[in-house]
């Protein structure tokens, strides 16, 4: 089966502009997770999505949201970047009991 | 989900093997124990997961005493390339919307 895959892979934004990223979980796997992993706070939970539906959010302003679509791909978008929102954005996929990660998009934000 | 420790760093060279020590003394009983290892701008890779005993795969060796209260990750003679940061998650891994807790880690760095 394939990995888990995220597009892009690298993206540099300014203050003040919006991003979107993506995801493709493996397939037959119905629960996304996003996180983000920087050196200061390290792996944090962002939200998680099952069936279209966020059942999870972790403590992040509401400029963080996402969705999921019918096909499990899912789109994490942020707005009004922060120079303190440049991080690697990591996505996982689950069918169960482990989460599997995707290479994550490095996010560069001047 | 039950707070984890383990150590900041670990040494070892090729060959060797490296038992990576968590604990985690408010498991609960639902809780599961698995480990991620991750290397430098790359997602976690998962590696092992248990709840009791011993469970072994072709990558490594979980060992979990009875009173689950720590676990050990085992692996046998390692490589450079296993040179990465290790983490130690417990919870209940089959509970709907669950968030991985992940800690700071064990930086293992393999040496020749």
């Known amino acids: 089966k394939a990995g888990v895959t995220q597009t892009p892979r690298y993206l540099i934004k300014t203050r003040g502009q919006q991003v979107t990223l993506s995801c493709s979980p493996i397939s037959g796997h119905r629960s996304v997770s996003w996180y983000q992993q920087t050196p200061g706070q390290g792996l944090q939970f962002l939200f998680e999505y099952f069936s279209e539906t966020q059942r999870n959010k972790g403590n992040f302003p509401g400029r963080f949201s996402g969705r999921q679509f019918s096909n499990s791909r899912s789109e994490m978008n942020v707005s009004t970047l922060e120079l303190g929102d440049s991080a690697l954005y990591l996505c996982?996929?689950?069918?169960?009991?482990?989460?599997?990660f995707g290479p994550g998009t490095r996010l560069t934000v001047l | 989900l039950a707070k984890t420790t383990q150590p900041i760093s670990m040494d070892s060279y090729e060959g060797q093997e490296v038992n990576i020590t968590c604990s985690h003394n408010n498991i609960a009983t639902n809780d599961y124990i698995t480990w991620y290892q991750q290397f430098p701008s790359q997602g976690p890779r998962f590696i092992i997961q248990g709840y009791k005993t011993k469970v072994t795969n072709e990558v490594a060796s979980l060992f979990i005493p009875a009173d689950r209260k720590s676990s050990t990750l085992s692996l046998p003679r390692v490589s450079l390339s296993d040179t990465a940061v290790y983490y130690c998650l417990v919870g209940p891994m089959n509970q709907a919307g669950t968030a991985l807790i992940f800690g700071k880690g064990t930086t293992l760095s393999v040496s020749s």
């Open positions: 996982a996929s689950s069918s169960g009991l482990v989460q599997f």
